[in-house]
């Protein structure tokens, strides 16, 4: 390893988003950093940077301007130079980085499940028809709509705390979160049940950390090799690409899960329309060197079972 390791002097800095589950990212990319190369905490500085994403609260993010909102003031200031590396959401994550940024590396992945959150009930069979379910995301909308068009979908953002207390205000019956959230969080008395991947199939890439680097910065490169996942950059890869060529974003309900069994990945991929009335489903399986063409594979398999219009949403073609 090089000599020109961080010290508490000249720490190396972490641009990360303030939400409480942001800052557990960010505290976790920091102990694996300091734990592969013996270093003190103090040789890294963890830097709050706030997005619009999190300054716009009353608006579904489709409306404002898609997942970029929770990456764009974060990468304008890795790019100037004022944080060194940037920790990220990867469900958060456009495909595609800006000029002279790169993503390469990836923390071990949590639990890739969703979580259906109630005091009352365990599932969403449970729900007496034109129940009240608050949810931000499109894909699990469409999702729930799909199985059970009966259901009042009201949009529920905010960050793990605040929607835990508008569940508590009795302004929906239940909501959902990421199981990698509760995971890394370690709310007590949180009344959640796991949702098998089978009923409700993840966003493309939850459940990982992705770490966001300059691209001629040698230096970082090196460290980030030292705590990259393998496994789950393999996963990532397919998913990605199969995100990547329906040309995913927050105005798409799209669903993907890439699963490793020795040399074998099998993906599992979705795309619906966001008011659920229709759902198309596909898998691959092969070598894993082989996922990002599979997951491109599926997509165009998917984008030709759905036909042209499906996705006429993102002309305004279709109001939803």
């Keep these: 390893m090089r000599n020109d390791l961080p010290t508490p002097a000249a720490p190396l800095r972490i641009g990360t988003r303030g939400s409480p589950l ?6 976790e990319t920091r102990d694996r950093l300091a734990q592969a190369f013996d270093l003190p905490h103090e040789a890294f500085s963890i830097v ?3 997005t619009t994403g999190d300054r716009v609260l ?3 993010l489709k409306e404002i301007g898609g997942k970029g909102l929770f990456t764009r003031e974060i990468e304008e200031d890795l790019l100037s130079g004022a944080i060194d590396i940037a920790v990220h959401s990867m469900k958060d994550m456009p495909v595609l980085q800006p000029e002279g940024l790169m993503l390469d590396t990836y923390l071990p992945r949590e639990d890739t499940r969703d979580a ?3 005091p009352e009930f365990s599932g969403i069979d449970q729900l007496a028809p034109g129940a009240v379910v608050g949810t931000s995301s499109l894909r699990r909308r469409a999702q729930l709509l799909h199985k059970r ?3 009042t979908v009201v949009e529920f953002r905010g960050n793990m705390q605040t929607r835990l207390k508008k569940l508590g205000d009795g302004v929906a019956s239940c909501t959902f979160l990421a199981m990698a959230g509760l995971n890394r969080m370690q709310i007590p008395g949180v009344p959640h049940t796991p949702i098998d991947t089978d009923h409700m199939l993840p966003a493309v890439a939850q459940g990982a950390i992705g770490i966001e680097r300059r ?3 040698e230096r970082v490169a090196e460290m980030l090799m030292a705590i990259h996942h393998i496994p789950t950059g393999q996963r990532l890869a397919a998913e990605r690409a199969f995100l990547t060529r329906l040309d995913g974003s927050c105005e798409t309900p799209i669903a993907g899960l ?3 069994d020795g040399t074998t990945l099998t993906l599992r991929g979705e795309v619906l329309r966001p008011d659920g009335s229709v759902a198309h489903k596909g898998h691959r399986s092969g070598p894993i060197p082989d996922g990002a063409a599979m997951g491109a594979d599926l997509a165009a398999e998917l984008l030709d079972i759905a036909g042209p219009g499906f996705f006429d949403w993102h002309t305004g073609a279709e109001k939803v």
Excluded: G, H, M, Y
Aim: aromatic share 4%; hydrophobic share 50%; net charge negative.
């Design 22 to 27: 942001a800052l557990a990212q960010a505290n």
């Design 48 to 50: 709050v940077i706030k």
């Design 58 to 60: 009353d608006r579904p």
């Design 116 to 118: 259906f959150i109630s």
């Design 149 to 151: 068009p009966d259901l």
């Design 215 to 217: 691209a001629d910065d």
């Design 258 to 260: 890439a699963e490793l």
